[in-house]
């Protein structure tokens, strides 16, 4: 339970420096580390910017998974979370060679709307990343104005916050940025509705 409070605390619920907290609490509890428990510890990393760090833990975690990874009888822990937590980690260092590896690997082994929603985000995030500021925004916007308001899941808008979140304060007052802002304070409210 923990664990999952953490990984879904990535979402806006809770600073990703709490969500590695709960993360080390999850795992004394388990014994040890996790596969999940790893995914998300490298994704708060990168969050944090420490992608030296999280680079670090997304080694970790595919050694623990090279062991295999099976789904639990809940299906908590799949094999895809894998290829998402390389993408997030990957687009937010702006590694794009290796994000675009991660996003085309979990397309191919899930067919599911918010995955493939959040690995295009972080397309975006990896173009801010690089310094592409306008064009990530745009494409993160392009993208969520596209998706249907049942798609617009609590967590693709607080993925757009993360591309959001990534232009320098010097360029938060960008044109391009601010439309991502309005767009998403109104996505946010209307999937409330």
């Given at each position: 339970?923990?664990?999952?409070?953490?990984?879904h605390g990535l979402y806006g619920q809770r600073d990703p420096q709490t969500v590695l907290g709960l993360v080390e609490s999850a795992e004394r509890i388990a014994?040890?580390?996790?596969?999940?428990?790893?995914?998300?510890?490298?994704?708060?990393?990168?969050v944090l910017g420490r992608h030296d760090e999280a680079r670090t833990a997304l080694d970790d975690l595919l050694r623990l998974a090279s062991a295999g990874v099976?789904?639990?009888?809940?299906?908590?822990?799949?094999?895809?979370?894998?290829?998402?937590?390389?993408?997030?980690?990957?687009?937010?260092?702006?590694?794009?060679?290796?994000?675009?590896?991660?996003?085309?690997?979990?397309?191919?082994?899930?067919?599911?709307?918010?995955?493939?929603?959040?690995?295009?985000?972080?397309?975006?995030?990896?173009?801010?990343?690089?310094?592409?500021?306008?064009?990530?925004?745009?494409?993160?916007?392009?993208?969520?104005?596209?998706?249907?308001?049942?798609?617009?899941?609590?967590?693709?808008?607080?993925?757009?916050?993360?591309?959001?979140?990534?232009?320098?304060?010097?360029?938060?007052?960008?044109?391009?940025?601010?439309?991502?802002?309005?767009?998403?304070?109104?996505?946010?409210?209307?999937?409330?509705?």
């Amino acid at each position: 339970m923990r664990g999952e409070e953490a990984g879904h605390g990535l979402y806006g619920q809770r600073d990703p420096q709490t969500v590695l907290g709960l993360v080390e609490s999850a795992e004394r509890i388990a014994g040890g580390p996790t596969v999940d428990l790893q995914t998300t510890r490298a994704k708060a990393l990168a969050v944090l910017g420490r992608h030296d760090e999280a680079r670090t833990a997304l080694d970790d975690l595919l050694r623990l998974a090279s062991a295999g990874v099976a789904a639990d009888s809940f299906g908590f822990c799949k094999p895809n979370r894998i290829h998402f937590a390389e993408s997030w980690v990957h687009a937010g260092s702006g590694n794009e060679p290796e994000a675009d590896r991660a996003r085309d690997d979990l397309l191919r082994s899930t067919h599911d709307d918010q995955y493939d929603a959040n690995v295009r985000l972080h397309e975006a995030l990896c173009t801010v990343a690089q310094g592409g500021v306008d064009q990530g925004m745009r494409q993160a916007a392009t993208l969520i104005d596209r998706l249907a308001p049942e798609y617009r899941s609590h967590h693709v808008i607080e993925t757009g916050r993360m591309v959001l979140h990534a232009a320098p304060r010097d360029r938060q007052e960008r044109p391009a940025v601010g439309e991502l802002r309005e767009l998403l304070t109104l996505a946010s409210a209307s999937s409330r509705a």
